[in-house]
């Protein structure tokens, strides 16, 4: 009892802590001017609320039976049984949710997509392969400017440029990997981390090729089978979206559309990595993690098992970059900064390493709450950090741990 | 006949430290041969450099007429030769059945796009490489637990998957380090049985590290003594037994 009034003192102080800049601070306004107001009761009403829990926590939980939230799921095997059926219902109400959302909502969606996607690449590199790589961002540069150059200087559509962009991605993460992946562990992060900064300063400084800070604007938007979703048609002899289905024009189309293309980029990253996972590569990936030694010992190449992972992990990146310039119509280097490296990779370990599912929860949850809590943006990163370290200190594994497709053995 | 492993005059210095120095032996094939010496004698050092885990600093290590002494790892393993490790190296938060499927790996459709389309060729491969799996669990015994993560299992059980595993990559020649340590008698025996089978029904030579002296008499063929890196005797096992320079190296001078 003298060791849980300590832990839940020790709570409660660091709840005070972090709660008297969050909630201590009012900011009011009168008229024009600003000012502080010091209102702690919260703060300590909350310190009090944590104490109060930490104390009662074990005799709570041996009270209610130690009913953890994996309990009241089904069981794993009638869950594996409803999983085709739940996925289905679920990829379903994702096609149709748009046409029933706010305009702003599925913006915010098409963000968040762009991020699982993103999250589902670095996975492989990270997850499956065991490999930091802390320049993740540097990839999906190269997509991005792939799809914007290519636009500008031959006219190339974004359905041409995505697989050329995911190509080039994966040619820059093939060149990277050659020499880095003999590199382990603090290593190879610390020269992925420093990729990522030449290709972003390579970017920002080429003026003639990139536009240097200013960017490139004016990259057009994705056409379907040819239809612009713009207001009058801007190739000669075009005709807009809404002319040839006979509709009033509206910009809510175009946002849904690139919702729809970003939902089939995932889907279709899900169904090759799903693949890639049951194939020999990927078990060969997630043997190496475990133990390089053994696989070599085994006749497993370490480098071009390595490097396949680096290269495909780098093409999901590439791909999420085109998407990401046609989506935005401008891009410059300021968008491919390290911070967003750190949020990729935060994605994943906070998903729980491997797991899909996870990647996709936690991409959802980093990208969609940030926009839900828009007046505490001064303390995302606060809450942001806080996060981890709690996740770290009680669920290492990841909100949803990865449980791998085993390939079963008939008994 | 040539011999299946020709090891000559095999050497690695480490710095100033000279750990093996003027070692040869040979195993020709549905040989069972044993390494043995005191500790720190060099035996795992002469492993690795057969193995391809160091580059031997002199000497040479040719398998069925080929040098391999100088190749990476993996590339010896594809000539056919594989190995355990002294402490065991299992894929442990893989299935049972998944560090056997990966083993194979140099034996499977490994083709990305094969793989992703599921031609028929490659579903055959993967079928092959799951029924070669599943006859090594029978022949170790542990087809029950072919399904469960392979750190869960129990000692004696993780090690016989490391000879399982080794097995199904379809090797010439497989090197045991120490495969008995740890287990208890009961367990060794079943190891000596499992030796034995290996060569008698699989067509494979054995290599062999131990310490348990009473399994290496009953099943080698031929024991190579080293100590302080230098080869101290060789020969059958009633030979070695009655060796006064092998018996003064493990007894110390009397």
């Known amino acids: 009892m003298p060791g849980q009034l300590k832990g839940a003192l020790f709570s409660a102080a660091v709840m005070l802590v972090l709660a008297v800049p ?23 009403i909350a310190a009090g609320l944590v104490f109060v829990f930490k104390l009662l926590e074990r005799p709570l939980s041996t009270l209610l039976g130690m009913t953890h939230a994996a309990n009241l799921l089904p069981s794993a095997d009638r869950m594996a049984t409803y999983r085709p059926a739940i996925l289905t219902v679920l990829i379903v109400l994702a096609f149709i949710w748009p046409f029933t959302a706010s305009r702003g909502a599925v913006d915010v969606a098409t963000l968040a997509l762009i991020y699982v996607m993103l999250g589902l690449g670095l996975n492989i590199v990270v997850g499956f392969a065991g490999l930091l790589d802390l320049g993740y961002v540097a990839f999906y540069a190269v997509g991005a400017y792939s799809y914007a150059l290519l636009t500008e200087y031959f006219g190339l559509s974004f359905w041409i440029s995505l697989p050329i962009g995911a190509g080039l991605a994966a040619l820059f993460g093939f060149v990277l990997g050659f020499p880095v992946l003999r590199l382990r562990g603090d290593y190879l992060a610390i020269v992925t981390l420093g990729f990522g900064e030449i290709i972003r300063l390579l970017l920002n400084n080429w003026d003639e090729l990139t536009g240097g800070p200013d960017g490139i604007g004016n990259i057009p938007k994705p056409t379907l089978f040819g239809l612009e979703f713009t207001r009058t048609a801007k190739a000669d002899g075009n005709i807009p979206f809404h002319e ?39 078990r060969a990936w997630e043997a190496l993690r475990e133990d390089e030694i053994a696989s070599r010992s085994l006749g497993l190449n370490p480098t071009n098992i390595k490097l396949s992972a680096f290269t495909l992990g780098a093409s999901f990146g590439g791909m999420a970059g085109c998407f990401f310039a046609a989506r935005q119509g401008f891009i410059n280097p300021e968008s491919f900064t390290f911070i967003e490296s750190a949020i990729v990779l935060a994605i994943v370990v906070l998903g729980g390493m491997g797991s899909q599912i996870g990647v996709i929860l936690a991409a959802l949850a980093l990208t969609v709450l940030p926009e839900l809590a828009r007046q505490f943006e001064e303390y995302r990163m606060l809450v942001f950090g806080l996060v981890m370290v709690l996740m770290m200190i009680w669920r290492p594994q990841g909100l949803l741990p990865s449980k791998r497709p085993r390939m079963e053995l008939p008994t | 006949m040539s ?61 069925l007429g ?22 065991v190296r299992l894929f442990r938060t893989m299935t049972v059945v998944e560090n056997l499927l990966v083993a194979q790996h140099s034996r499977v459709d490994t083709n990305l796009l094969t793989g992703m389309l599921k031609t028929r060729a490659y579903r055959a491969k993967e079928a092959a490489a799951m029924e070669r799996a599943g006859f090594w669990l029978d022949q170790v015994g542990l087809r029950e637990v072919a399904n469960r993560e392979a750190g869960n299992l129990a000692y004696g059980q993780q090690r016989r998957l490391e000879i399982a595993r080794c097995m199904v990559t379809g090797p010439r020649l497989v090197m045991l380090d120490e495969p008995a340590a740890g287990l208890n008698p009961n367990e060794t025996r079943e190891l000596d049985e499992l030796i034995l089978l290996l060569r008698a029904e699989h067509d494979v030579s054995v290599l062999l590290i131990e310490h348990d002296m009473k399994l290496v008499m009953e099943i080698s063929d031929h024991i190579v003594v080293i100590d302080q890196g230098r080869p101290l005797a060789e020969g059958t096992a009633a030979e070695i037994r009655n060796n006064p320079d092998v018996i003064k190296a493990y007894l110390g001078e009397s």
């Open chain 1, 244 to 282: 040839f289905f006979g509709l009033e024009y509206s910009g809510t189309y175009r946002v849904i559309f690139l919702y729809l293309l970003a939902l089939l980029l995932v889907l279709f990253t899900l169904f090759v990595i799903n693949r890639l996972i049951r194939m020999p590569v990927g």
């Open chain 2, 66 to 87: 080929k040098t391999i002494s100088g190749l990476p790892g993996h590339k010896v393993a594809r000539h056919g030769l594989v190995r355990t490790f002294q402490n």
């Open chain 2, 3 to 63: 011999a299946l492993l020709s090891v000559r005059d095999l050497g690695m210095r480490f710095g100033g430290l000279l750990a093996v120095d003027g070692v040869s032996f040979d195993v020709n094939s549905g040989q069972v041969v044993s390494i043995i010496g005191p500790n720190g004698a060099g035996k795992t050092t002469v492993f690795n450099c057969i193995s391809g885990f160091y580059r031997p600093t002199s000497g040479q290590v040719s398998l």
């Open chain 1, 22 to 44: 969050i909630l201590g601070i009012q900011i009011t306004t009168e008229g024009s001017s600003v000012s502080l107001v010091g209102e702690l009761h919260y703060a300590f």
